[in-house]
């Protein structure tokens, strides 16, 4: 008889806790921004008379584009030497007058002043005029696509953002020659009398469009009409608060009307660059009044 000797047994008992985490996936309620959040400006405060006059002048006067602004050299470096700023801007000294002989300082170059006194130089065709590649309407043809080069690459930069923000725009009129001008503003007087075109439109010479730095904008919730309902639009509101994000200024605010003697026209961009368009939208002030503090 043999019995087994060994009985080995062997237990193993492994009880393995598994711990259970439970990451709560805390909701972290992102409050989601709409793209827009209007706070409408209100009638912009027309007390900024003595004292912020001096304040503006002093502070702007020195440094008017010394700063690179973040939006330099994407695509195209045109700076021969290396250290420039992303835009050179050599001539625009303080105390440069807004205009000369009667007509505009070309001098000022994108801070060119042109309004109801103020003309261009007779014949004057801006210099680098490109085709802006932006949607435009139908009716926008040739010339008046264009834009002179460093507005043309910021109305793109701005068109890029706005649709990015789900805003519908397309541009309906950039360059206009002095001759598009005759035609235009002749047949406003035909039609609604001197007096009242002069509100709306420009006497030949005294047009921004032909600054090449204008663009009028619309957009489908008002047909691209140049209308001033355009305002109450969402993308109307979205040009109110970020074209100065490109270096626009909507120039011919509802406030500054008996100023600049236009009408509030929510459509009108105007470039002057991001560090000067960033400081107007600031200010809220018409581009006369920035102008005359910048060089002062
Ligand atoms: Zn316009």
Wanted: proline share 7%; charged share 25%; net charge negative.
């Amino acid at each position: 008889m043999r019995k087994p000797s060994a009985l080995m047994v062997c237990c193993a008992l492994t009880l393995t806790l598994v711990g259970c985490t439970t990451s709560e996936q805390a909701d972290s309620e992102r409050v989601k921004q709409p793209q827009v959040t209007e706070t409408e400006r209100p009638a912009e405060t027309p007390a900024e008379a003595p004292t912020d006059k001096e304040d503006k002048a002093v502070e702007e006067a020195p440094a008017p584009e010394a700063e690179p602004p973040a939006e330099e050299k994407p695509d195209v470096e045109e700076e021969p030497t290396a250290e420039a700023p992303a835009e050179e801007e050599p001539t625009q000294t303080p105390n440069e007058p807004l205009e000369q002989n009667g007509t505009a300082n070309l001098n000022l170059d994108t801070l060119i002043l042109v309004n109801k006194q103020i003309a261009l130089p007779a014949g004057y065709q801006p210099p680098d005029l490109v085709t802006a590649n932006i949607d435009f309407v139908d009716t926008a043809t040739g010339e008046r696509r264009m834009l002179r080069q460093e507005a043309a690459r910021a109305i793109e930069k701005l068109m890029a953002g706005a649709k990015a923000a789900n805003i519908d725009l397309k541009g309906t009129s950039a360059f206009r020659s002095y001759d598009y001008q005759v035609q235009l503003f002749n047949n406003y007087v035909a039609r609604d009398g001197k007096e009242q075109a002069m509100k709306y439109s420009a006497p030949p010479g005294h047009s921004e469009h032909q600054t090449g730095l204008a663009i009028d904008v619309s957009s489908a919730s008002v047909g691209y009409q140049l209308t001033q309902s355009l305002e109450q639009t969402k993308e109307g509101k979205w040009l109110a608060d970020n074209a100065h994000i490109y270096g626009f200024i909507v120039r011919y605010q509802r406030a500054y009307e008996a100023e600049t003697g236009y009408m509030f026209e929510p459509w009108h961009l105007r470039y002057i660059g991001v560090e000067h368009a960033t400081a107007v939208h600031k200010a809220n002030v018409p581009l006369e009044r920035y102008l005359e503090q910048l060089m002062d």
